[in-house]
């Protein structure tokens, strides 16, 4: 995270490491999904999650963009299945078999 600050009054060294405290507060809920997940179109962007075995095609709002993730502020919720590997090759209401699940959380130390 690249933060840029002015510090008035007291004095520092240029290239001096200092410590930021971000609170997001409680009312900030959102998921992050792997980038290549999301499906652009013209106006939104859509995503494939699994419910009941079948594959539905979800519109989404996204958030702040990392590399390789990126945030949805609305659209699903946190346990919900999303195909991210395929994605192109998905139908709406067709069958989908689950061969893995993946949580972002437990793969970002690999």
């Known amino acids: 995270m690249l933060v840029r600050a002015l510090l008035e009054g007291g004095t520092a060294n240029p290239g001096a490491f200092v410590k930021v405290y971000i609170r997001a507060g409680t009312d900030k809920s959102s998921v992050l999904v792997p980038a290549t997940a999301i499906i652009p179109e013209d106006k939104d962007k859509t995503l494939v999650v699994v419910k009941g075995g079948k594959s539905r ?47 972002l959380d437990e793969s970002a130390g690999e």
Do not use: C, H, M, W
Request: charged share 20%; no cysteine.
């Open 57 to 103: 095609y979800v519109k989404v709002e996204t958030g702040v963009r990392q590399a390789n993730n990126v945030e949805i502020t609305s659209g699903i919720n946190a346990g919900d299945t999303v195909v991210v590997s395929g994605v192109l090759f998905t139908r709406p209401d067709a069958p989908v078999k689950v061969r893995s699940v993946k949580n």
